[in-house]
């Protein structure tokens, strides 16, 4: 931990991340105790495991965690910044492990945790608990790219510096825009299916889209790592001297943005991402 908080002291005191390392650390910790729930809990839910949503969770939130990280040692370091990112991580690393110890509850507990609208309590967390909990860390991760845009310590012309403000800008709205069009049940009153055999029996292994039908979650997922493709582009981009970096970033944000609306799209005609 010491390592890798070296790593950022040019950008932000380590002891104000001291929530932020807690939580990272804590989200591990549940992802790990989910890995042995599946190991030993064979109880399912719509055909999964009741422990294969907590894991993607956990693994998705931690990615996210240090992707941020990573990410906030663009910003120019002085005192307002340094608060300022400070506050994005530590309440960035809070909503991941509240939200993910309820998912991890509900597993427990044999109950899902999203389109859960059997109680009161489980309407409630579903949407204002979990829901609120995501627009803030895609509100917060806005506020990073906004920092870097206004005050990079980097380049502008640098393939990194277009790929994390555009990686977290535009994957922060592809998430909220996909993950409303699933919670809002406008699109599909079959949570985040459409057509098919509505189960993950029959899902994709490990990632658990239907193979049967639409699926909104294929979508949500190249819209959401938007956050890490677009940076990685960019600092491969300049590692190797590529003429154009930011050309690069912008080809693959094109990409990216048009896969995102094609697998949407494709999910609305009830159609599987991959048939197997």
Request: net charge neutral; aromatic share 12%.
């Amino acid at each position: 931990m010491t390592l890798l908080t070296s790593q950022f002291s040019d950008l932000t005191d380590p002891k104000r991340l001291s929530v932020f390392w807690w939580c990272l650390w804590v989200g591990v910790l549940l992802g790990l105790i989910s890995l042995f729930g599946m190991a030993v809990d064979d109880r399912q839910i719509e055909g999964g495991s009741v422990w294969a949503k907590p894991i993607k969770f956990s693994v998705s939130l931690t990615l996210h965690l240090v992707t941020i990280l990573w990410l906030s040692r663009l910003v120019n370091a002085n005192d307002f910044n340094n608060r300022q990112v400070g506050i994005i991580l530590n309440a960035s690393g809070i909503a991941s492990v509240l939200e993910l110890s309820y998912i991890v509850l509900q597993s427990a507990r044999g109950r899902d945790s999203h389109f859960n609208f059997d109680t009161l309590f489980e309407t409630f967390m579903y949407y204002g608990f979990m829901g609120g909990l995501a627009t803030l860390l895609m509100v917060l991760t806005i506020w990073l790219s906004v920092l870097i845009f206004k005050t990079p310590s980097i380049s502008r012309h640098s393939g990194l510096y277009v790929g994390a403000i555009t990686g977290l800008f535009l994957g922060s709205i592809a998430t909220l825009f996909t993950a409303f069009a699933m919670a809002s049940g406008e699109v599909t009153d079959t949570k985040r299916w459409i057509g098919g055999s509505l189960t993950a029996s029959d899902g994709i292994p490990l990632l658990g889209w239907s193979s049967t039908g639409g699926d909104l979650r294929v979508a949500h997922f190249f819209g959401t790592h938007m956050m890490q493709v677009l940076p990685i582009v960019g600092f491969v981009a300049d590692k190797i001297s590529f003429q154009w970096p930011r050309m690069a970033v912008s080809i693959a944000a094109v990409a990216m943005v048009l896969l995102t609306a094609f697998t949407f799209l494709q999910a609305l005609n009830a159609d599987a991402f991959i048939v197997f």
